[in-house]
């Protein structure tokens, strides 16, 4: 069970967790949103992850991830998906962290991507495997591939956007990919196959 109802979210771990069979809280209705209250990556996933794992009788992977701009002391961070004001409101937030960085140079546009994969079973156990990706932001949107930030994140040692890459480049070297793979032995351990 995957805590998300985000469908880009959900494409991107079917690819990343083959072999596991990946359920959205779309099959979960009765399921309500959970408020990600926390201050970290970990403590939004872990209360996703719980929440879901209580409502469903399943265990249940959560994560939660961001974009964290150094000139920007770390954020959006955890509040990436919602920096503009609307949850998941993708356009809006790029537009207001590129109006917030305008007049930074480009040599100062470090950034990184952060991911937090939790599991949590309903007996109350819980792991965490974290992941990140670091680069650089560009001013100007390049690509169509991907959702968020990707279109001005530039991964260390490479030229290309996020949006740029194929979904399985990107997979390959992302934060969600590097902390769900960390993750997946993990899974496999506490649930016996």
């Given at each position: 069970m995957l805590a998300t109802r985000n469908a880009g979210k959900i494409a991107e771990l079917r690819r990343i967790l083959s072999g596991f069979d990946v359920v959205g809280l779309e099959e979960f209705p009765s399921i309500g949103e959970v408020a990600e209250?926390?201050?970290?990556?970990?403590?939004n996933a872990l209360l996703k992850a719980h929440a879901v794992a209580k409502g469903s009788g399943l265990p249940a992977v959560a994560d939660?991830?961001?974009?964290c701009v150094d000139v920007l002391n770390g954020m959006p961070g955890v509040f990436s998906a919602r920096w503009a004001g609307n949850h998941g409101d993708d356009r809006a937030n790029l537009d207001l962290l590129l109006a917030q960085i305008s007049d930074v140079p480009a040599e100062r546009?470090?950034?990184h991507f952060a991911c937090a994969a939790a599991l949590a079973l309903p007996s109350g156990e819980q792991r965490v495997v974290e992941g990140t990706l670091p680069g650089r932001l560009v001013m100007t949107p390049r690509g169509s591939n991907g959702f968020g930030y990707d279109p001005i994140f530039v991964p260390d040692g490479?030229?290309?956007t996020t949006a740029e890459m194929s979904a399985e480049e990107k997979d390959a070297i992302s934060h969600r990919g590097r902390a769900f793979r960390g993750l997946?032995?993990?899974?496999?351990?506490v649930l016996g196959s």
């Open positions: 209250t926390g201050v970290t990556f970990e403590e939660d991830s961001g974009l546009l470090g950034a490479d030229e290309r997946a032995p993990i899974v496999r351990e």
